[in-house]
């Protein structure tokens, strides 16, 4: 099956400073790919949808200069959290989406391991 | 907004016990995804229901989507501690649509 990777899986930083998540979509190409965030004991809220070389859109609500969506090849998407501060530390995941895959598997996205965000 | 409202939130049953969880919506669903996800860990597909009125079955897991695909049910039979999770559903709302909405989990323990 698909597989996601994401890098790091935790990280702790200062406030102020800025953080990069990595997701991959490792045996396959994704022209689409999407950014959640999870609150502990909450569901997937998604943040914001990431195509391949265009601009990521965006979740009302979700600051688009503070949480930046870099896409710039079919199998690597970044989010990178500016300024982070305590209320930032979440459970961040990324899917990706297969285009080549049929049947009910069309709209199926496989989904990373998430990455642990500490703000201290 | 589309929402998913998932019940109960939480469940705790002893080992050989049945549930159902289930996942509810006014709206229309093109289709509707199941999820398990472990603690620290993103979630992983169980199952994809596209047709109304559709039934799946996985093991001891028994997955149906309504008629009207508004909602769905997962039901576990003879639940052990290895099913212990977060079960997640998800709708896709309409064709050409890849987003997906998900309801808030239901956190099931099911205990030796």
């Known amino acids: 099956g698909a597989v996601v990777s994401q890098h790091p899986s935790r990280v702790i930083c200062k406030s102020g400073t800025s953080v990069k998540i990595e997701c991959r979509s490792l045996?396959?190409?994704?022209?689409?790919m999407f950014w959640y965030r999870q609150f502990p004991k909450q569901s997937l809220m998604l943040m914001a949808t990431?195509?391949?070389?265009?601009?990521?859109?965006?979740e009302q609500g979700v600051e688009k200069d503070k949480f930046l969506i870099n896409h710039a090849s079919l199998t690597l998407s970044t989010l990178t959290v500016t300024s982070a501060h305590p209320e930032d530390s979440s459970f961040y995941i990324c899917?990706?989406?297969?285009?080549?895959?049929?049947?009910?598997?069309?709209?199926?996205?496989?989904f990373g391991p998430g990455t642990r965000l500490t703000v201290l | 907004t589309q929402l998913l409202e998932q019940s109960p939130q939480f469940l705790s049953i002893q080992e050989g016990e049945n549930l159902t969880v289930y996942c509810n919506s006014s709206?229309?669903?093109?289709?509707l995804q199941w999820y398990r996800q472990e603690p620290g860990e993103g979630p992983v597909l169980l199952v994809t229901?596209?047709?109304?009125?559709e039934v799946k079955k996985l093991k001891r897991l028994t997955f149906q989507f309504g008629d009207a695909r508004k909602d769905s049910s997962l039901h576990i039979t003879a639940a052990q501690p290895g099913d212990t999770g977060l079960y997640l559903c998800?709708?896709?709302?309409?064709?050409?649509?890849?987003?997906?909405?998900f309801g808030k989990g239901t956190k099931l323990s099911v205990i030796p």
């Open positions: 899917s990706a989406r297969d285009p080549l895959a049929g049947g009910s598997s069309y709209n199926e996205q496989f």
């Open positions: 045996d396959f190409q994704a022209t689409t």
């Open positions: 990431s195509n391949e070389g265009s601009k990521a859109t965006y």
């Open positions: 709206s229309v669903f093109s289709s």
């Open positions: 229901v596209v047709t109304g009125g």
């Open positions: 998800a709708g896709v709302s309409g064709a050409g649509s890849y987003q997906l909405t």
